[in-house]
């Protein structure tokens, strides 16, 4: 009676969301303190200084029509003219404000962006592990996803990647810092994936692209680069969000910014600002556009999440855990030690640890732990990872 | 090398648009004062003073964290039962929190109903004039519209309207108050119409949906009441925004309600769940949903656009134009003298009138002025419509 594909996709709870509603009940029934939350990716720290005062200033200026009517579809001026300097000024790279479109958030900037890409019949390629939503938006739009594995270090495998493509892939998306590993992809790395991006796309006659999912840009705790992927490959788009560069995921704010020296960029321009209309999104929200033309360049303090990244490193790598050291992000991804990922999450589970298995991430075998928690949560939490532990070795 | 239909979307500027932006082109040139912008909804009055209070206080509060998450996709259980509350009180209706889905505004609304209602080839019927952007939601999710014409004083042509019912119809949208013509459907017709689709639903043993889209129901200068739809047929869901209500569209906060009385109306939710996901919503802005859970029942002041209405309606009736009296909205539909709306319009620029031709909306011969404007406006631009008028007659 209904859309079928609909149906399913709004009848099957994310492993995630059930994790954590499963927290929720148990917390009610034996109280907050055997709860340990690991499942969802909710930053945890507060906005900045600039960007409350900011908010609080706007919302209550006298004239409220101003703050609060339609922006242009593609977002304002003032908001956009922030981010083409934002984005000069870090990376280099001159990206004029008409080819940045203001989304609801990262996962907006996703799906519009790949129905802006996607003929019928078109492929993405995923690099696992990747966010498990990517393959709702490409079938969505009407395309297939090809997934490529990692290396033992969680890098992509560059290898698997150039057998992947076919002359319909239409792009790769990649995610850096990683959800749910933790990687930065290197300035090397990318490089050779753009060689072989421009040596197909040169076979084929016909660009391939790259979408860079940004949402943790900001979250890095080594002395890594998060390189810039227009600076290393033109046909190329980047999808951000400052839910957790400001600490408002709830809000829905992110932008498309489309690479200049991509090819057709202002065709593909065109095309973004179609697929929002189709899509039914009318402006990213206003009052946190404003903001933004005020506050683009703070930055959430992130202090807490290292903090805890290397508290819950050590703690799980002392107790026995293997576990690639994360670089960024907010997750901590461990091997199962007997290699069944669910049959971690439900052991662990009974020790009031939440932590969600790999596979909807396409990586069997592994564990997320997302440590945007209080530090407290991590250190009492350590104990009963400890007979996690144990439970292996009965 | 793009998504074709997305490509030419977002190149065709919607005639609306294409007003709007040649207005503030010629008031850059030749000032403000002779730009008289009847183009474009953007409500005109201050949000009540209890919206801006409440947001002040959210933004205000210390616990950021608290305010800006991410809340449940459906949306924050506190604004549901506040909206739960509300439709029971105001309709009679009692709508569970756990059929309401908290959206970006009403077009998300409308994309993500139409999404989670169509099956392949599908068919939705408009009634004429409707506004431009369903035919956009119901191509994209891979339906049909068909148009059923108006009758004289913007009624529903409910004999055409049966006709064109076919075993492929899965809904009717209706709008009311109407944008472009600001008619309100009575109680009569819309029992006429539910009659006819219960007839139709049990010929075709499937039930034909009604989809109201009600973003101008506070909207109201006449006695008349805007009936509910769900207290006169089962299979309907209300389509609402807050952009109108709470004078503030920018923000993309509105809702989806399913009348518990529909068929498989817990599949429904479910499909409804699946199509926000797939189109890339992750929630409703949380700070506008905390609001709504304070502020629920506030209206926007509407004296001035009851104001405008009738100022506007008596002068353009003086001068001549044919018009019917607009009940609700902030719309007036006028005929164009000579037939041809598009004509009209483009004389009317000449004034710096800047009025929408009605083609778009499936009613050539009428154009479309919003009277969202200053009153001063209104007053200063009637010498102009008589020169409009006066142009007719040469």
Do not use: W
């Not at 107790?319 to 991804?333: D, Q, R, T």
């Not at 020790?351 to 250190?379: H, N, S, T």
């Amino acid at each position: 009676m209904f859309n079928d594909y609909m149906v399913k996709l709004g009848s099957k709870r994310s492993a995630i969301r059930e994790l954590h509603e499963f927290g929720n009940r148990r917390a009610k029934v034996s109280g907050q303190d055997g709860v340990f939350d690991f499942s969802i990716g909710n930053p945890s720290v507060p906005i900045p200084a600039a960007v409350k005062d900011a908010l609080v200033k706007l919302t209550s200026q006298s004239d409220s029509v101003a703050v609060h009517s339609y922006t242009s579809s593609q977002g304002s001026e003032e908001a956009r003219e922030a981010i083409s300097r934002g984005i000069s000024k870090r990376f280099g790279k001159y990206v004029p404000s008409d080819l940045i479109y203001m989304t609801c958030g990262a996962s907006a900037a996703l799906a519009i962006s790949i129905n802006a890409l996607c003929e019928p019949d078109d492929e993405f390629i995923l690099c696992a592990p990747y966010f498990p939503e990517y393959t709702v938006y490409i079938r969505t739009a009407g395309g297939k996803e090809a997934t490529v594995p990692f290396l033992e270090n969680f890098d992509i495998d560059l290898v698997a990647l150039e057998a992947a493509i076919t002359p319909r892939t239409k792009a790769v998306i990649v995610n850096s810092p990683n959800n749910p590993s933790g990687k930065i992809y290197s300035l090397d790395l990318l490089e050779r994936l753009a060689n072989i991006l421009s040596r197909k796309s040169a076979e084929f006659g016909k660009p391939i692209f790259i979408i860079a999912d940004e949402p943790y840009r900001e979250l890095v705790y080594s002395d890594k680069e998060v390189p810039y992927v227009m600076n290393v490959y033109p046909h190329s788009l980047v999808c951000y969000s400052y839910s957790k560069a400001l600490s408002l995921p709830g809000e829905r704010i992110g932008y498309i910014a489309i690479c200049p020296d991509a090819a057709n960029a202002r065709e593909l321009y065109s095309a973004v600002l179609g697929a929002g209309r189709a899509l039914g999104y009318v402006c990213a929200p206003s009052l946190f556009q404003k903001m933004l033309a005020m506050c683009e360049s703070e930055k959430a303090p992130i202090e807490s999440y290292r903090t805890n990244c290397q508290l819950l490193y050590d703690g799980l790598t002392r107790i026995g855990f293997e576990c690639v050291p994360p670089e960024g992000a907010f997750y901590l991804f461990i091997k199962a030690p007997n290699g069944d990922s669910e049959d971690m999450s439900d052991r662990a589970k009974e020790f009031g640890l939440l932590i969600v298995p790999g596979d909807d991430f396409a990586a069997k075998g592994y564990c997320r732990v997302a440590y945007c928690v209080d530090k407290d949560v991590i250190i009492r939490s350590l104990p009963l990872f400890e007979k996690l532990k144990e439970s292996y070795e009965k």
